[in-house]
């Protein structure tokens, strides 16, 4: 175990004195507090750059009475919108919205029928939230003056517009509750993306660092003094470690970043990420599908980049195996707003689905017991096969060299590991 353990922390240690790891845990760290801030500094920039101003739109009324009912409205909405009475003909209102004195100007009558008649003209393309700000304040006034016409009291009015009461019950026995669902759908998806991304990264690395010695001729020296096997495993543990390591400091600063971001007056980000409704057994689940998902694609990374003796060729090797991942988020990603379709509970099964599928299945549903105990036990056979079957290819794969053809390598490399 000596020779084990030795190899795992070179792993482990060349891996986590690299300037590229530690820059890009560093990026990432920033990231997320810069994402759980985010709304409070675009805040904070709108005042500094003076775009916290009211929004001041002319307003040329031909009718003589909607300007003030306007005006009146959007006071009672609560909306930060400027109105300036103006006499001013159409082409001169233009000439101040093309010289950006105004934000935009509206001419407002009634046509026959007593309809509001309102053209808005602005000089910004992507001007949205004005115009229907104001459109959804002149629908207002048009329904109290047709409620006018019509002789209706405030309380008919509001009566006749009243919303109904709509409330979902689910008697599915695999169904949460609403607020259960939508924090477990967000907890879930940023699970399955870090998933995601430490089985492609920390897989495509293990292939790599054993291409690596391939390429520079140590591999020779290093199964003289320990067989392949203990090599491929602590590569495969040491790389794992590294990774858990990186998604611990990742997890912490993004914890720590809630509680900040939670401090004082709700924000976007802390509404969106509530962990009211959190589960603890989906967070177990998070780590055990983490770590099963990781040995499964580590384990056959290491036995893809044993065939290979350049770096270049790394990437095409382990080609396939990205593809199952890819297959697998996007199976898990279509699932996120009907979790209870039939392909993902056969995909849930399937060993190289399982880490995403399952998951997302057992933190979105209230699933027997035996279902994901089922996947786990399935997907622990297969990736004992697979270290199994890996040892045989790691042992005459490393000492392989020239160019990787294909897959074909396989059964070479099989052969040379029996003499």
């Given at each position: 175990m000596r020779e084990f353990w030795i190899i795992f922390k070179q792993s482990f240690l060349t891996k986590a004195k690299t300037k590229s790891f530690f820059i890009t845990t560093l990026i990432m760290v920033a990231g997320i507090f810069l994402f759980a801030n985010l709304p409070t500094l675009m805040n904070t920039v709108s005042k500094v750059m003076g775009d916290s101003e009211e929004d001041v739109v002319a307003v040329l009324d031909e009718s003589g009475v909607l300007v003030d009912r306007l005006e009146a409205q959007l006071k009672q909405n609560n909306e930060a919108i400027t109105i300036e009475r103006s006499d001013e003909t159409t082409a001169q209102l233009k000439q101040r919205v093309e010289d950006e004195k105004i934000n935009a100007f509206i001419e407002l009558n009634f046509d026959a029928s007593n309809i509001i008649q309102a053209t808005y003209t602005t000089g910004s393309l992507v001007d949205q939230y004005l115009s229907s700000t104001l459109a959804d304040a002149l629908q207002s006034i048009q329904t109290e003056i047709n409620a006018e016409k019509l002789s209706l009291s405030g309380e008919q009015v509001a009566t006749l517009f009243a919303p109904i009461q709509f409330d979902k019950q689910n008697v599915s026995a695999s169904a949460k509750s609403e607020d259960e669902l939508n924090s477990a759908r967000v907890l879930v998806?940023?699970?399955?993306?870090?998933?995601?991304f430490a089985v492609i990264i920390y897989s495509s690395m293990i292939a790599t660092e054993v291409a690596t010695e391939k390429s520079s001729r140590v591999m020779e020296i290093l199964i003289s003094s320990v067989s392949p096997v203990k090599h491929m495993f602590a590569k495969v543990l040491g790389i794992g470690s590294l990774g858990i390591v990186q998604i611990l400091l990742y997890g912490a600063a993004g914890l720590l970043?809630?509680?900040?971001?939670?401090?004082g007056e709700e924000n976007d980000f802390s509404a969106f990420f509530s962990l009211e409704n959190l589960e603890v057994s989906t967070l177990v689940y998070a780590v055990v599908f983490f770590l099963l998902g990781y040995f499964l694609y580590a384990t056959l990374a290491a036995l893809l980049g044993s065939?290979?003796?350049r770096t270049e060729d790394v990437q095409q090797m382990i080609m396939p195996m990205s593809l199952l991942v890819v297959a697998a988020f996007i199976i898990a990603a279509t699932g996120l707003g009907n979790p209870e379709m039939g392909y993902l509970k056969i995909a849930s099964f399937i060993p190289f689905f399982t880490p995403l599928v399952m998951f997302l299945r057992v933190g979105m549903l209230d699933l027997p017991l035996w279902e994901p105990l089922l996947s786990i036990a399935i997907m622990v056979v297969t990736i004992s096969i697979l270290g199994w079957f890996g040892a045989k290819v790691y042992r005459g794969g490393v000492l392989m060299y020239g160019p990787s053809r294909s897959l074909k390598d396989l059964?070479?490399?099989i052969q040379l590991g029996k003499e």
């Open positions: 998806y940023v699970l399955m993306f870090v998933i995601y970043a809630y509680k900040l971001s939670s401090v065939l290979v003796s059964k070479k490399a």
